[in-house]
């Protein structure tokens, strides 16, 4: 067996996701260790949890960063690489208007948060990090200085519905609200859109008649217990791959779409 990677973690909530990951790490199930757990919300219940196993855990007051910036933006300096256009050309957010005073006040707090966030995690060098319950976008300025290395994606996330359907923030509710006969939950690596990434893993669970928002939920997050820690063994083991794969339309012209690839064997690392 290779080397233990590295996993930092990062949360909003109650973190159930994030101990999953923890006890599938400390049973050995995971090849890895959490060397971290933070959080924009200073409440969240995850980081209680997380301390008690003795992991370091951190808050970036997001709420409070945006609020304050809003009164006064002239307290805030944007990071010396920060580069606002860049970032919006790059940036893909749902039905929102890239070149609106919204949007750049948008990505800007973001922005701010996040260098402050790279500045916490710069002591503590990870192989991956974990979104895990974390109910704040990223935006190209942070998933750029995480993934360095072109084609190896370092940063997944689990959301509470089989993407691409249902992206945001209530999978579940959503799924209810439409009337699926299906719900279900999706890992991916995160990209510049929202939800949008490469799919690692799903797993599906049938609705009835009888379903409510809270037995779904139910559903889901014990399907979310397994499914994440299987898809960061995955990347653990060196077994995950983005590819470009081709195929012929409906037209006869050749299309591209990116696919997970798993590795049947355990492919060792370079650093192994
Ligand atoms: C989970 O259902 C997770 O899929 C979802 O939040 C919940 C967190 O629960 N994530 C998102 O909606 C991300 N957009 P937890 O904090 O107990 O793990």
């Known amino acids: 067996m290779g080397k233990k990677i590295k996993i930092g973690g990062l949360i909003s909530g109650t973190g159930t996701n994030m101990d999953a990951i923890i006890k599938a790490c400390e049973k050995g199930e995971i090849n890895g260790e959490v060397i971290f757990v933070g959080s924009d919300n200073p409440d969240a219940k995850g980081l209680e949890k997380a301390a008690k196993k003795g992991i370091p855990t951190f808050v970036i007051n997001y709420a409070d960063i945006i609020r304050k910036f809003k009164q006064n933006p002239e307290n805030y300096f944007f990071p010396d690489d920060f580069d606002l256009e860049d970032i919006k050309i790059k940036q893909s957010l749902l039905n929102r208007e890239i070149n609106s005073k919204k949007v750049a006040t948008f990505i800007e707090t973001r922005a701010i948060a996040e260098a402050a966030l790279l500045k916490k995690m710069k002591d ?32 997944i996330n689990i959301h509470p519905a089989l993407l691409p359907s249902f992206p945001g923030v209530d999978g579940y509710g959503d799924t209810f609200r439409y009337g699926c006969k299906v719900g279900g939950c999706t890992v991916h690596f995160i990209d510049y859109g929202e939800d949008s990434g490469p799919i690692i893993g799903q797993q599906c669970f049938p609705i009835t008649e009888e379903d409510t928002i809270e037995s779904i939920k139910q559903k889901g997050l014990a399907l979310e217990y397994q499914l994440y820690p299987e898809c960061i063994r995955l ?34 690392s370079s650093d192994d």
């Not at 979104?131 to 200085?145: E, H, K, Q």
């Open 124 to 155: 503590d060098p990870f192989d991956l990090l974990v979104l895990a319950g974390f109910m704040r976008n990223l935006t190209p300025y942070f998933i750029d200085r995480i993934n360095i290395t072109p084609g190896k994606p370092r940063i």
């Open 235 to 268: 990347f653990a083991e060196n077994r995950l791959a983005c590819v470009k794969m081709t195929y012929t339309d409906d037209k006869g012209n050749t299309r591209q779409r990116t696919v997970v690839k798993i590795a049947q064997i355990d492919i060792p």
